[in-house]
């Protein structure tokens, strides 16, 4: 899904979410030959009838003034904060974007393509009554939203961003026909302070929500480790009709406004799992989205460029070079020099929680136990 005009989604100068990410994500692709291995569509922005499947109608008409006049912009709805500043045609923006990701579901649902990628996506702070963390409208939730709107009994939302997804977790808190897992850095050092493992889900829903909360510098070996210790089972366990994943890129060493220390090759890796695990156990149908990610040269138009590879069947060697127009690219745009390859020369390694062992002085080995003694009993598992 790519619509140009998804590129003003844009805070202003200065702002982290800086659109330049998009733009150079999408040239990458197309510096690869992937916009000819795959169909690009764009979709009409979502309405108000599907802005309201996760939204109140007195938020969106929030958003609409604040678009309007934005020194209007209401603070108690998020709108017109440091993270959230308001912007003229901001409504419009944001419902392009989440109306790319309601059109993906709507295609993966439909058969018409197996996979679907909205890496403009992935806003996953957006409550239904007010802007967060970056995020106006959650196209992430719209989109699981619209899945069960069209009949899928199980619709399962994986999370790697390294903020907890908590707008699509409060969303569907108490529907047990959704699986939120999110794998995030620990809440006490990180925004939004929230995602602790005890959060599992409502009263109707319980085990329903999975939270992760790794410690601060975390790097592949862990992270890899932890998504291979959860994920793959609770999915197993659940079976969904379709999978929705959530791919931000700020886990990455580089990023500025977080503690990870995972590489490009591990974002890669996950990427190929969340592959894996839609063809085991959705017949395939994969709706993958963008997310956070602030280091916008070195990092995200990399990892989200082998995100549509991985979708389109044509995963790039890591160890190929940039094509040089990219890179005179990314010079004229931001005076930065681009990377020359799609690696960061790293060789990921999954160690099994299982065949490995559990280590009770390892911080992430006890975050990763907690986590599965929470929710895997829900699920009939063994933690």
């Known amino acids: 899904m790519w619509d140009e005009a998804v590129t003003g989604y844009d805070f202003g100068p200065g702002h982290p979410m800086d659109p330049v990410r998009l733009s150079l994500t999408m040239r990458l692709v197309e510096s690869f030959g992937l916009d000819k291995q795959t169909t690009v569509a764009a979709a009409p922005a979502a309405g108000e009838s599907t802005l309201r499947l996760v939204h109140t109608r007195d938020y969106i008409g929030a958003v609409r003034a604040a678009s309007a006049d934005p020194d209007s912009a209401d603070p108690r709805r998020g709108l017109g904060t440091e993270d959230d500043p308001a912007f003229h045609g901001m409504h419009e923006v944001s419902a392009l974007i989440a109306g790319q990701s309601v059109a993906a579901a709507d295609t993966v649902w439909r058969g018409t393509h197996a996979h679907a990628v909205n890496f403009a996506g992935g806003l996953h702070h957006a409550m239904p009554d007010r802007a967060s963390g970056f995020c106006v409208y959650n ?119 977080a503690h990870l220390a995972v590489s490009l090759d591990a974002q890669r890796a996950v990427a190929e799992s969340c592959h894996e695990l839609a063809h085991r156990y959705s017949d395939g149908r994969w709706v993958a989205l963008g997310g956070g990610g602030y280091a916008v040269v070195d990092v995200v138009p990399r990892s989200w460029t082998h995100l549509v590879a991985v979708a389109a069947g044509e995963p790039i060697d890591p160890a190929t070079e940039i094509p040089d127009e990219w890179r005179h690219e990314v010079y004229r745009r931001t005076r930065q020099d681009a990377p020359r390859r799609m690696t960061d020369g790293r060789t990921p390694h999954v160690r099994s929680f299982e065949d490995g062992g559990y280590d009770p002085a390892d911080r992430l080995d006890q975050a990763v136990l907690a986590t599965r003694r929470a929710v895997f009993p829900h699920h009939g598992l063994m933690p």
Do not use: C, K, M
């Open 139 to 257: 196209d992430a939730a719209l989109a699981v939203a619209r899945l069960l709107e069209s009949g899928a009994e199980r619709v399962a939302y994986v999370d790697v961003d390294v903020h907890h997804g908590d707008g699509v977790q409060t969303a569907f808190w108490n529907d047990p026909r959704v699986l939120t897992i999110s794998l995030h850095e620990h809440p006490h050092t990180l925004f939004p302070q929230t995602g602790y493992p005890h959060e599992t889900g409502g009263p109707d829903a319980e085990g329903a929500a999975v939270n992760v909360a790794l410690p601060a510098g975390t790097g592949d070996d862990g992270w890899l480790r932890a998504f291979h210790a959860v994920v793959p089972e609770l999915i197993g366990a659940f079976r969904p009709r379709v999978l929705v994943t959530q791919h931000g890129a700020d886990t990455h060493v580089e990023d500025p406004l």
